[in-house]
């Protein structure tokens, strides 16, 4: 999507001294952009806090990123929220993120119907208790007719599950006798994940300074650039999106080519 320029520099007017936004180019904003947000737990730990105001500082840190995301002109903006293997941390933690997420929905949906953005869930969502789920559901609903930026928030997520999830749905098919197994490729594959409805990420950035992917998307980065912040999640602003942004741009994507 062409950003609004006038918007744009008005939300970007007051720099800081190493990055404006005359350090990108709005003409090649990456259309995909992702985020591993982490860094939630050690940004409370830091301040003495309990893990809990970590989580509930993230909350500001992503309303300004999707803030930055449409004033940018992402097409598709998409984070990581929730694991499949994040139900192994205490009953306490799980049940407040659960809960954080459904009441942060209700609460920016407003946000979304004045940005123009459309809800994506990615993720295990009959898992999810019934009001987490019931409010997904609700912000789906309301939000699919918005034709401007695509949030996709991938909660009880896993790369892994989803992988085999597809070569599930696909072996089914083949058992019926609806699909010719020599009829299965990589678009056909995509379309059975979770992300089916989306591009692959073109940058893809992870805080807290830490050099894994934590089962997040592995097939979909093939190509993806990638850039790590050491930034906790709760601290990223709109400035360390442009950050990430002017590094992508500096890269040559290859795809395997010269
Ligand atoms: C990321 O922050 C948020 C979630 C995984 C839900 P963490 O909670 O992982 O924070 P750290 O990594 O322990 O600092
Ligand atoms: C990855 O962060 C998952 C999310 C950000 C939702 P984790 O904090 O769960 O990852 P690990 O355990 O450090 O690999
Ligand atoms: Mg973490």
Do not use: C
Request: hydrophobic share 45%; glycine share 6%.
């Amino acid at each position: 999507m062409q950003p609004d320029h006038q918007k744009l520099s008005e939300y970007y007017a007051v720099a800081p001294d190493d990055i404006a936004l005359s350090d990108i180019d709005t003409a090649r904003i990456p259309a995909h952009v992702s985020i591993i947000m982490d860094g939630n737990g050690r940004w409370a730990a830091k301040r003495g806090l309990p893990r809990a105001q970590g989580h509930v500082a993230g909350v500001d840190a992503l309303r300004e990123a999707v803030t930055a995301g449409v004033r940018l002109g992402f097409d598709v903006f998409s984070v990581y929220a929730f694991s499949t293997e994040n139900w192994r941390r205490p009953k306490l933690e799980v049940d407040l993120l659960m809960g954080l997420f459904a009441k942060t929905l209700v609460a920016e949906l407003p946000l979304f119907h004045q940005e123009n953005v459309r809800l994506e869930l990615l993720g295990d969502l009959e898992a999810l208790p019934a009001e987490t789920y019931r409010v997904f559901m609700r912000g789906l609903d309301e939000t699919a007719g918005h034709d401007g930026m695509t949030f996709a928030l991938a909660v009880n997520y896993g790369s892994r599950a989803e992988i085999v999830r597809a070569a599930q749905d696909l072996a089914r098919l083949a058992r019926s006798g609806e699909l010719d197994p020599d009829d299965i490729d990589q678009d056909l594959f995509s379309s059975h994940l979770y992300t089916a409805a989306l591009p692959d990420p073109d940058l893809l950035i992870r805080t807290s300074g830490e050099l894994r992917l934590s089962n997040y998307l592995l097939y979909q980065l093939a190509y993806t650039e990638f850039y790590v912040t050491d930034t906790l999640w709760p601290d990223f602003t709109r400035w360390d999106m442009l950050r990430a942004i002017r590094s992508f741009q500096s890269r040559s994507r290859r795809f395997g080519g010269v």
